[in-house]
T-cell receptor, first 108, second 113 residues
Framework: DAKTTQPTSMDCAEGRAANLPCNHSTISGNEYVYWYRQIHSQGPQYIIHGLKNNETNEMASLIITEDRKSSTLILPHATLRDTAVYYCIVHRDDKIIFGKGTRLHILP | GAVVSQHPSWVICKSGTSVKIECRSLDFQATTMFWYRQFPKQSLMLMATSNEGSKATYEQGVEKDKFLINHASLTLSTLTVTSAHPEDSSFYIC?????????FGPGTRLTVL
């Protein structure tokens, strides 16, 4: 089973920041937190990953709590093209097991 | 980032026939590739790990004789769905690793009539 818990769905107004939470209370010390998203009928797309420090790239920011038991993916200015299923995954080795993810709806 | 392609992007076949799906790493070499299956409104399910030059490792519940995987080169893995039936209709996605990052292909939609 997936080792993360995410809300099933979320709505966000276009232009606002989308904050997607993820719980991973059983994460071990050498496991990374990865975020991917899947737009309808496409393959998953890598967004960002981190170990314990907060990370930022051109797509998003990742905030990891100090105890590493949860994290938040932040899309700073959501657009309609950000409508997708967002997967939070923790893993150390190569194999990725997907959970159910969060279906993010961006509202015009 | 690295690019992974799949061919075909979609295929329709008759029940009982076999279908081959190709997964290629276009600008890097991949000793390990992964195959996933995704049914409508569900998450991706890992089917198998494909290792170049050796046998694939299948996840529990996946029939290795039905889903044949061949990883004969560092840039190509193939998945053959043998004697396909309507319940095999699904979205098949592959991924490959480059510098510890995993990149996904665009997927192949298989419809078995």
């Amino acid at each position: 089973d997936a080792k993360t818990t995410q809300p099933t769905s979320m709505d966000c107004a276009e232009g606002r920041a989308a904050n997607l939470p993820c719980n991973h209370s059983t994460i071990s010390g050498n496991e990374y937190v990865y975020w991917y998203r899947q737009i309808h009928s496409q393959g998953p797309q890598y967004i960002i990953h981190g170990l314990k420090n907060n990370e930022t790239n051109e797509m998003a920011s990742l905030i990891i709590t100090e105890d590493r038991k949860s994290s938040t993916l932040i899309l700073p200015h959501a657009t309609l093209r950000d409508t997708a299923v967002y997967y939070c995954i923790v893993h150390r080795d190569d194999k990725i097991i997907f959970g159910k993810g969060t279906r993010l709806h961006i509202l015009p | 980032g690295a690019v992974v392609s799949q061919h075909p992007s979609w295929v329709i076949c008759k029940s009982g026939t076999s279908v081959k799906i190709e997964c290629r790493s276009l600008d890097f070499q991949a000793t390990t590739m992964f195959w996933y299956r995704q049914f409508p409104k569900q998450s991706l399910m890992l089917m198998a790990t494909s290792n170049e030059g050796s046998k694939a490792t299948y996840e529990q519940g996946v029939e290795k004789d039905k889903f044949l995987i061949n990883h004969a080169s560092l840039t190509l893995s193939t998945l053959t769905v043998t004697s396909a039936h309507p319940e095999d209709s699904s979205f098949y996605i592959c991924s490959a690793i480059d510098f510890n990052e995993q990149f996904f292909g665009p997927g192949t939609r298989l419809t078995v009539l």
